[in-house]
């Protein structure tokens, strides 16, 4: 069972990642990026940045977690 567990932990990970992705998207395009000011956009790619490098950190704590 743990082992099935350990093998999909990262699904696990990707999934509310990506429903809350969706979520600001949804949010984000319905509102402050209708007005295709340059700024608004480079504020909604930093944002999606800082919460890929969250996700790789994440990641890269249960991989060491589990190798150690």
Not at 15 to 22: E, N, V
Request: charged share 20%; net charge positive.
């Amino acid at each position: 069972m743990k082992k099935s567990i350990d093998r999909f932990k990262y699904i696990l990970i990707l999934i509310p990642l990506g429903i809350i992705i969706r979520f600001i998207d949804i949010q984000v395009t319905d509102g402050f990026l209708s007005s295709n000011e340059n700024k608004d956009h480079f504020l909604f790619i930093a944002g999606l940045v800082v919460l890929v490098i969250a996700l790789l950190s994440i990641v890269l704590y249960f991989d060491k977690k589990s190798n150690s």
